[in-house]
């Protein structure tokens, strides 16, 4: 963080001290001199709980919820809400910088269309992108706060749960262009139906300059028939239609990756490869390539750097052990990315011996949609795999659905997943592992790993 004066970055919160403010931190170990600490009550941990010693230790700026015994009033700064203070710092903050910024949200393939616009970004420039899944009010605000002089250019990604999140979000960060991937059925729970995940999804908007790229999805169905701002230029991309500002010709599977041509409407058509694999993948590199271009980079080099992109996490990485190939896929689930995820499965080859296993968990938040959304799941996952290993209550429908059509198991947890990959799998198996986070794929994975090689 670029050190900035306490009346800068407290406007709007409090009337500062003449100093600088070198860090903002929500972590009481990472407080260090002249940093501002920002408390967040939890169900778990409180941190007001820390704010004494965290003044203790040197923090110029307490911000908190209430009075703190231990921290002055003169350096405590108190708010109704941490997270509206986290917001209002970071818009402060960012108004010291003028990177190109791309701002990428959708119910699905937000990180991966992430990873693409920083692929292509970083081929022009000092890039900053989003980290994990800092997409949230806590997570924007500290990417904004990693913004140097030196930066050129930046994706930030953006999450929700409710209507107002995004909002919230945009207005904060103010990037240049903007993505919608998709208007999927995640959130359901808490939005009541996809109208209301459309609605919340185009409030991105708010956030976007007269005149700025909005990149929408032409594939689907909701935002093709969404009422845009007219002050916004939308640009469209499509895997299926060629009527689309971007889209994709001649995709075809290779061994390390994707090709397929790209053709842009403005620009003329390009060779692509992209390092991965199923057909969601290409519609994020093109919506990634759309948004750089309509900032003005060159299309050229913006195709040629979507070869770049790598993955971050267990999110469709394809790896091997004990001669299995695994499809990690562990840190999310929604029906849209479970049928995305079992095309990737569809695509791999096994061995002479070898089977296609779908290892399929709970996707949640999902409301009054879920028993069908399981179920849906499952006579797709019946169309790909060799056998289902279909995970959590939640997970009842799916088993149910595909039982019919394909070996199938229920089990209640991971750990009796483990027991039968461990007895039942041999070498050319591939194995899909994807479920919502919460179901802790990783951790199952990893102690799957650690005793393969005893197998291999």
């Known amino acids: 963080m670029k050190p900035i004066h306490a009346n800068e970055l407290l406007a709007g919160l409090t009337l500062a001290r003449p100093v600088d403010i070198t860090a903002v931190v929500t972590d009481s170990r990472k407080v260090q001199p002249g940093c501002v600490f920002v408390c967040f009550p939890g169900a778990r941990v409180d941190g007001h709980d820390y704010a004494a010693a965290a003044y203790k230790a040197g923090a110029e700026y307490i911000i908190a919820n209430h009075p703190v015994e231990g921290v002055p009033e003169d350096h405590l700064v108190i708010t109704p809400s941490s997270h509206m203070a986290m917001l209002r710092m970071a818009s402060n903050y960012r108004t010291l910088f003028s990177p190109l910024m791309i701002g990428v949200t959708g119910s699905v393939g937000k990180t991966t269309t992430k990873e693409f616009c920083y692929a292509v970004l970083s081929a022009f420039g000092n890039t900053l992108k989003t980290e994990g899944n800092q997409n949230n009010e806590i997570g924007l605000p500290n990417t904004l706060f990693r913004l140097e002089d030196a930066t050129e ?83 469209w991309f499509s895997r299926q239609g060629t009527d689309a500002d971007v889209c994709a010709l001649d995709i075809r599977d290779v061994a390390d990756g994707t090709d397929f041509t790209l053709r842009d409407a ?26 750089a271009t309509r900032l003005g980079l060159d299309a050229a080099r913006a195709a040629a750097a979507l070869s770049n992109y790598r993955t971050t996490g267990m999110r469709q990485n394809i790896v091997h052990h004990g001669g299995v190939t695994f499809i990690e896929d562990c840190y999310n689930a929604s029906p849209d990315s479970m049928r995305a995820a079992l095309d990737i499965l569809n695509r791999q080859v096994p061995g002479p011996e070898g089977r296609r296993i779908a290892v399929l968990g709970d996707m949640l938040e999902l409301g009054s949609a879920s028993e069908q959304a399981h179920r849906q799941t499952g006579e797709w996952a019946a169309e790909v795999a060799d056998i289902l290993l279909a995970v959590g209550p939640n997970s009842t429908a799916m088993a149910e659905a595909a039982s019919q059509k394909v070996t199938t198991l229920h089990c209640q947890n ?35 790993y650690a005793i393969l090689p005893d197998q291999a």
């Open 266 to 291: 403005e620009y003329g058509e390009f060779p692509v490869h992209i390092p991965t694999q199923g057909l969601h993948t290409v519609s994020d590199a093109l919506a990634a390539y759309a948004a």
């Open 414 to 448: 991971t750990q009796e997943v483990v027991e039968y990959l461990r007895l039942n799998l041999r070498p050319g198996d591939v194995v899909l592992a994807k479920a919502s986070h919460a179901m802790q794929f990783e951790e199952m994975l990893h102690t799957l």
């Open 153 to 235: 250019y930046a994706v930030v990604e953006m999450g929700m749960s409710a209507l107002g999140e995004i909002a919230r979000l945009t207005r904060t960060a103010r990037p240049s262009a903007g993505i919608i991937t998709m208007i999927g059925v995640s959130h359901l729970e808490n939005l009541g139906s996809r109208e209301n995940i459309l609605k919340a999804k185009l409030e991105i908007c708010q956030g976007l300059p007269d005149g700025a790229p909005l990149v929408l999805n032409g594939d689907d169905e909701m935002l093709r028939g969404a009422a845009l701002p007219a002050r916004l230029r939308p640009v």
